[in-house]
C-alpha cells in the first residue's frame, strides 16, 4: 500500500499585468515552486499585457509539502528579468476544497524578506542548576539557503533569541550549505516564558544584512520536546500583503490529490463492476454501472474521469471495447448526425484523452517538420483583408510598398506550401498510425454506419473519424504547438496568426468542406481550390486507415513506453568533473544523449548511438547543463523516474563542485564526504509516457464517486423509495430504471467496502505512527 500526493496545475492566462519594457509591454512568464523548489516554467508570450498560456503540469509531490507559488517575471535579453509579482498557497488552503480552485487571483509584491528557503539542523536542551534554567542551542549546519549575494552564494551566520537574550555563531563565508556546529547557551531571565526563535542572515560588508528565514518555537515546545533535528525557514510574520491590484491577476486551476492506494485485491469489485459494463450486451449500455457514473460528472470533473478511465481499460488491454461502449451509447442518443460527438461527453472526452496518450509520437512524427519550418522560417501570411499589414511589405517587396493583392497572392503561395507537406504527410501516415488507434476507428466508423445507414449520410461515418483525428487532434497541436510539446516555446503574434490559418485549413479539410463558401470567412476562398483538393484524398485515406485487423491491437499494455524504449532524448552540454579547478565553458562538450528505463547514453551526433561504460564499477561525477530551466525540469523528472526501482540511488548530493580542495557548496574539505543536500527524488512532471498504474487510477475513480455519492442515493435510490404507489408495483417501471437502481445499489456497496478498507488502514498506520518532529 502507498500514499501519493499530486497537483493538478493549470496556468490559464493574466491580465492587466504592468508594463515593463519601454515599448509599454512585457514578455511574461511564469514560474511555478513547489516549496521554493522550480518544477515548471510556461513559455514567454511576447508583447502581451495579458498573455495566455493554457499551459498544464501534474506535479507528483511529498507527503508533506507545504505551499505552492507562482511568480510572474517579464524576460529581457539583457539584464536580469523583472520580477512582477507572484501568487502563494498554502497546501491547506488547496486541500480545503476538493473540486481545486479555479479562479483569477490578484498577484502581490515580491518582499524579498518573504522569500526564503532551506532548513536549519538544531538540537535543544533544557537545562537546570544552581543559578536556574538555561537553554543550550545546538546549531549544526544548515541547507539549501537562498542565494543572496551576486556570486550566487550567502556568508550565513545564526542569531539565537530566547527571552531578551541573543547570541550569534560565526560568518561562514560563500556557502549555501554552512557547517557550524557551535553551541550558544542562553539563561533565563525573571519573567513569563519566553519562546526561542533562530533566524538566519546573509553577513555583508557594505549595507545591511539580508534575512534568509527563521523557526520559532513556543514554550510549551521548549518544555515538552525541545526541538532535535531539520526545520524548515520560515518568513517574518507579517500584516496582511496587499491585494496587489495594480499588479494585475493570474486566472489559476490547482487540485490537490492526497491518496492512499490500497493493494489491488480491493479494487477488484469496483474494477469488475466497470468492466461487466464494457463486456456487457450493447442491450445493457444505458443501465451498467458506468452509464451511471457517467450520470454524475460533468466539466473538468468528466476530463479527469476520462483521463483515469482510458489508463485503466489500456491496462487491462480493453481500450477498444471500452471505446466501443461509450461509441455506442453516443450514437444511440444522437438523432441529428449533425450533432454527433460535438458535445463534451465522456465518449468524446475519452476518444480525445486516448488519442494523445497513445498518438504522440505519432502525432510528432507527422507534424513536427513543417511546425519546426514556420517557426524557423517566420514567413509573413494573410489572407484576410481586415488583417493586413502593408507595412510589412519590405518583407514580402522590395520594389515598394506591395499591393494587397500581391500579399494575398505571396500568402497564398507560403500557405499552401506549407499545407502541402502537411496534407501529404497525413495522408502517408496509415502505416505509422499506432494500430490501437487505427481499431477504435475502425469500430466507431462501424457503429455510425450501422445508425446511419442511408445514403443521405454516407459522409458522416467519415465526419465521425475526421472529426476527431483532425479537428481534436491535427488542428490543435497546429494551433498551439507548444501544449503538443511539438515546440519549447510560444509562438509571437506573427508567427501564432500563421499557424491558426494553417489550423483552420486542416478543420476545413477535416470537416470534408461542409461550411466552404460559408460564414464570415470568405477571405478563405482563395485557397478553396487547394482544400478541395486535399478533401478529394480525405475519404479514400479514412478507408485505408479504418482497414485494419482487430488482431493487431490485442493484448494488455503495462507501460506507454517499455524500459527498454527512449522515454527521452535530446542535446546536453557534458563535462566530466576534472582534478584541477572548474573547467572553462569551452570544456563543455555537445552531445546527443538518449534516457531508457535501463541506460542513459550519449554520443556526437543523433545518427549513432554508443552506450558509455566510463570506468564500469567507479563512481565519478559528470556535470550536465540544459538549456533552459524547462528542458532542465523535464530531464530530472525523467531522471527520477527511470532511477526510482534503482535501490543504490544516493540519498544526499553536493550541488556545488570539489575545487581547491573543497567543496564549493558547504566548504567540506573531503572529496568523499557525504553530500550536504538531499536528494531529490520525490518531485516529477506526469507525462503521457508515464507507466499505467491501475490501481491509482482505480483509486480515482472511487474518489469520483464519492464526490457524487450523495447525488447517486437521490438520484436513483431515494426516488424508488418515494415511489410506492400500485402502479409501481404492477410493473409499470421502465425495465432501464430499475437497472439503473440496481447498477447505484451495487455501486455504493463497492463504495462502502472501500470506505471500511481505507479506514482499517488508516487505523493500522496511525497505530504504527512513532511520534514526529513538531514542527515550528
Known amino acids: 500500500m502507498a500514499k501519493s500526493s499530486s497537483l493538478n496545475v493549470r496556468v490559464v492566462e493574466g491580465r492587466a499585468l504592468p508594463a515593463k519594457d519601454v515599448s509599454g509591454s512585457s514578455d511574461p512568464y511564469c514560474l511555478v515552486k513547489v516549496d521554493d523548489e522550480v518544477v515548471a516554467r510556461t513559455a514567454t508570450v511576447w508583447r502581451s499585457l495579458s498573455p495566455f498560456w493554457g499551459e498544464e503540469y501534474t506535479v507528483h509531490l511529498p507527503l508533506d509539502f507545504h505551499h505552492l507559488a507562482f511568480y510572474v517575471l517579464d524576460e529581457d535579453t539583457v539584464g536580469h528579468d523583472d520580477i512582477i509579482g507572484k501568487i502563494s498557497l498554502s497546501k491547506e488552503a488547496i486541500a480545503a476544497n476538493p473540486r481545486g480552485i479555479d479562479s483569477w487571483i490578484n498577484l502581490s509584491r515580491v518582499d524579498p524578506d518573504a522569500e526564503v528557503q532551506g532548513e536549519i539542523y538544531l538540537a535543544v536542551q533544557m537545562l537546570e542548576d544552581v543559578r536556574g534554567r538555561c537553554l543550550r542551542c545546538h546549531v549544526l549546519q544548515a541547507r539549501d539557503l537562498a542565494p543572496r549575494d551576486i556570486s550566487g552564494t550567502s556568508d550565513p551566520f545564526a542569531r539565537v533569541f530566547w527571552g531578551s537574550q541573543s547570541l550569534e555563531t560565526s560568518t561562514i563565508k560563500k556557502t549555501r550549505f554552512p557547517h557550524w556546529d557551535e553551541v550558544l547557551e542562553l539563561r533565563e531571565m525573571p519573567g513569563a516564558p519566553s519562546s526561542l526563535r533562530v533566524e538566519l542572515w546573509d553577513w555583508d560588508m ?391 528505463g535501463k541506460t542513459l547514453s550519449y554520443s556526437k551526433n543523433p545518427e549513432w548511438q554508443v552506450v558509455t561504460q566510463d570506468g564500469v564499477g567507479v563512481l565519478h561525477t559528470t556535470y550536465l547543463q540544459c538549456k533552459n530551466v524547462n528542458d532542465l525540469n523535464q530531464w530530472l523528472s525523467a531522471l527520477r523516474k527511470a532511477s526510482a526501482p534503482n535501490p543504490d540511488k544516493l540519498a544526499t548530493c553536493h550541488p556545488g563542485a570539489f575545487r581547491s580542495s573543497r567543496w564549493t557548496c558547504c566548504l567540506q574539505a573531503e572529496r568523499s564526504a557525504a553530500g550536504c543536500s538531499r536528494t531529490h527524488s520525490a518531485i516529477t512532471l506526469g507525462d503521457w509516457s508515464d507507466p499505467l498504474d491501475p490501481d491509482a487510477e482505480t483509486q480515482m475513480v472511487y474518489r469520483q464517486l464519492l464526490l457524487g455519492r450523495d447525488q447517486l442515493r437521490m438520484k436513483f435510490l431515494e426516488d424508488s423509495n418515494m415511489n410506492t404507489t400500485p402502479e409501481a408495483d404492477t410493473g409499470d417501471c421502465p425495465d432501464v430504471l430499475v437497472q439503473q437502481r440496481v447498477a447505484a445499489a451495487r455501486l455504493l456497496e463497492v463504495l462502502a467496502d472501500l470506505d471500511r478498507a481505507h479506514e482499517e488502514f488508516q487505523q493500522q498506520e496511525q497505530g504504527r505512527a512513532a511520534p514526529g518532529t513538531l514542527e515550528p
Not at 221 to 241: H, S, V
Not at 277 to 294: I, K, M, N, T, Y
Not at 462 to 491: N, V
Not at 555 to 573: C, F, Q
Request: charged content about 25%; overall charge neutral; glycine content about 8%.
Open 206 to 596: 557594505v549595507g545591511k544584512n539580508d534575512f534568509l528565514g527563521m523557526v520559532e518555537f513556543p514554550p510549551q515546545t521548549l518544555q515538552q520536546k525541545p526541538p532535535n533535528g531539520w526545520f524548515r525557514l520560515l518568513p517574518f510574520p507579517r500584516a496582511e500583503e496587499d491585494s496587489g491590484r495594480n499588479l494585475g491577476a493570474l486566472r489559476l486551476k490547482v487540485r490537490l490529490i492526497e491518496d492512499r492506494v490500497l493493494p489491488s485485491q480491493y479494487y477488484q469489485p469496483l474494477t469488475e463492476l466497470l468492466m461487466e459494463s464494457v463486456l456487457g450486451p450493447a442491450e445493457e449500455d444505458a443501465a451498467s454501472p458506468l452509464a451511471v457514473l457517467e450520470e454524475l460528472t460533468s466539466g473538468d470533473c468528466r476530463q479527469d474521469l476520462a483521463t483515469k478511465m482510458v489508463k485503466l481499460f489500456l491496462g487491462r488491454g480493453l481500450a477498444g471495447p471500452f471505446l466501443d461502449y461509450l461509441t455506442r451509447r453516443e450514437v444511440a442518443r444522437t438523432t441529428d448526425p449533425n450533432t454527433l460527438f460535438r458535445s463534451n461527453s465522456l465518449a468524446s472526452k475519452s476518444m480525445e484523452q486516448f488519442m494523445k496518450l497513445v498518438g504522440m509520437p505519432y502525432l510528432h512524427e507527422v507534424l513536427k517538420p513543417v511546425i519546426s519550418r514556420v517557426f524557423e522560417e517566420k514567413k509573413y501570411m494573410e489572407l484576410d483583408p481586415c488583417k493586413m499589414d502593408l507595412g510589412r511589405a519590405r518583407r514580402i517587396s522590395f520594389k515598394g510598398t506591395a499591393s494587397e493583392e500581391q500579399v494575398r497572392e505571396t500568402s497564398l503561395g507560403l500557405l499552401t506550401g506549407y499545407l502541402g507537406p502537411i496534407v501529404d504527410a497525413i495522408m502517408g501516415s496509415v502505416g505509422r498510425c499506432p494500430p490501437a488507434m487505427r481499431l477504435a476507428f475502425k469500430q466507431l466508423h462501424q457503429r455510425v454506419e450501422e445508425h446511419f445507414p442511408q445514403a443521405e449520410h454516407e459522409d458522416v461515418k467519415y465526419l465521425a473519424i475526421s472529426g476527431f483525428l483532425f479537428l481534436r487532434f491535427f488542428a490543435p497541436a497546429i494551433l498551439t504547438p507548444k501544449l503538443f510539446d511539438l515546440w519549447d516555446q510560444h509562438a509571437d503574434p506573427q508567427t501564432s496568426r500563421s499557424l491558426l490559418l494553417l489550423a483552420k485549413a486542416v478543420q476545413s479539410i477535416g470537416n470534408l468542406g461542409q461550411q466552404l463558401g460559408q460564414g464570415k470567412e470568405l477571405w478563405m476562398a482563395p485557397l478553396h481550390p487547394f482544400l478541395l483538393q486535399s478533401i478529394s484524398r480525405v475519404r479514400d485515406f479514412l478507408d485505408r486507415l479504418v482497414d485494419v485487423d482487430g488482431d493487431e491491437a490485442g493484448g494488455p499494455v503495462r507501460a506507454l513506453v517499455p524500459p527498454s524504449v527512449t522515454v527521452r532524448e535530446g542535446y546536453l552540454l557534458k563535462r566530466k568533473e576534472e582534478p584541477a579547478g572548474l573547467a572553462t565553458r569551452f570544456a563543455f562538450k555537445k552531445r546527443y544523449f538518449w534516457l531508457s
